[in-house]
């Protein structure tokens, strides 16, 4: 498979990691709520993320001297490690389907700061308590950054006139909700990778990156038929409904699980140099990018009154000081 032991390479997969976390939610608004509803979005999503996690095992996955291959790996695997794969995807599931019912509602600039910044603080504290590695202070000096970026946006948010947004309340809570939940999906698929899965052999049971991400994909995927069918018939929707979409609905739709996954899986692979805290809380300035996307392509706060601005620049402020410290405190 193919290993990496360069960190300012790690340093780089992280910011595609950011980049991609931070552009994918641009497929549910090309895809117009108001002709595809974000539940028949979030089925083609999840088939992306499903079939990238394939398509990566079986090539990087598979190829090189280092490591295990896909097949190898995942014939060793233990019980325990695959439940972990799988219990992780259930619970990003779970998570990312509020968030997508946040950006519905509220719209991205908004959604992403308290959603994924939310995930940034727990899944950051939390994979660091399970591999501490990285300089404390730059660290969680990075977090608290992140944290007052959030609360600017919250305000910023505050100041826009109610009909802005269609249900922002909404929003805000489903954003709050997905932030909680996710922050702990990345510590879970971490228990399923090998510490060492940049040598060979491996921890006897555990996975490399590869046939994490595929079991990962499995679970958002099958815990689909249940978390979002819920949704589907909170929305008085149908498989029918689905199965009417365009091809072109469906292939954005794909895309976006496509990009959010190939995200994922520079971050997992960078995260044995960089250490999981820092790989996972560089890709979540996904929430700076989010906000760019959101504010000056979508235009997303451009009805807020006077004072609006301030908040916006003192949130990008915030997550680009987070982002900065956080950078210095790989070691």
Partial sequence: MFVLHSLPVAIFFCFITMLGWGSWANTQKLSGKDQWRFELYYWD??????????????????????????????????????????????????????????????????????????ALVIGTVKSYSQTPKGD?????????????????????????????????????????????????????????????????????????????????????FASNFIVNAIFMRAGKLTYADYFRGTAKLHFIGILGGVIWMIALCFNVIASGVAGPAISYALGQGA??????????????????????????????AGYATGLVLIGFATR
Avoid at 57 to 68: E, N
Avoid at 83 to 99: D, E, R
Avoid at 107 to 115: E, I, K, R, S, Y
Wanted: glycine share 14%; proline share 5%.
């Fill in 136 to 220: 404390i202070p730059l660290l969680f000096g990075g977090v608290i950054c992140i944290l007052f970026a959030m609360v600017m946006s919250g305000l910023a948010h505050r100041k826009l006139p109610q009909s802005a947004g269609k249900k922002p309340l909404r929003g805000i809570i489903f954003s709050v909700l997905a932030g909680c939940i996710m922050g702990f999906f990345y510590p879970l698929l971490q228990r399923a990778i090998s510490a060492n899965f940049n040598n060979d052999p491996i921890q006897p049971g555990m996975l490399t990156p590869y046939v994490a991400l595929v079991l990962f994909g499995v679970g958002v």
């Fill in 45 to 118: 999503y999840a088939v992306g993320v499903l079939l990238f996690g394939l398509i990566f095992a079986f090539t990087l996955g598979s190829i090189g001297a280092g490591g295990q291959s896909a097949v190898a790996n995942f014939q060793q695997a233990s019980y325990h490690a695959m439940y972990y794969a799988l219990l992780s995807g259930l619970v990003f599931n779970v998570g990312n389907i509020m968030l997508v019912v946040g950006i519905d509602a509220a719209g991205m600039a908004v959604a992403f700061p308290l959603g994924v910044g939310l």
């Fill in 287 to 316: 929430t700076l990018i989010a906000a760019i996307w959101g504010v000056l392509v979508w235009k997303e706060l451009a009805a807020g009154p006077k004072g609006t601005g301030i908040l916006t620049g003192l949130m990008f």
